[in-house]
């Protein structure tokens, strides 16, 4: 089994739903941007060739604290310990989305290849998504 990890620093974008206009249906800028910086990311430990068997995707995305938590010890050391879990938005598919994206023709050919996928939501006074890639060479 082929592992492949990456940390993508920073506030993960969730995909924003396009926007369809007289000339196209586009990407939110944010999406778009977000995307490209989760290419750049990824191109520093891509592999020499593109995979193209069957991927098994883990993101886990690690949301900022709010203040509400941060300025409670108690609060901040169940999130810490991941007891305090985010439940509000956005979505946990709408930030694998983006991230899954931004790695298609990267690290692998489509989307599609991936069969199965774990995504999770913590809390971290380090903001980052850990994505962890495995696959078999066939």
Known sequence: MNVLKIEIPGDV??????RVTRNGTFDPKESKDYKSFVRLV????????LITEEIRLSIDVYRKMPKAISNSKKKHQQAVDGVLRPTTKPDIDNLAKGIKDGL???????DSQVTELVARKWYSD???AEVTIE???K
């Open 13 to 18: 974008q969730a995909q924003q739903r396009p």
């Open 42 to 49: 990824a191109s520093q430990v891509a592999p020499d060739t």
């Open 104 to 110: 298609s023709k990267v690290i692998w050919h489509d």
């Open 126 to 128: 380090n903001p980052r």
């Open 135 to 137: 696959w078999v060479e």
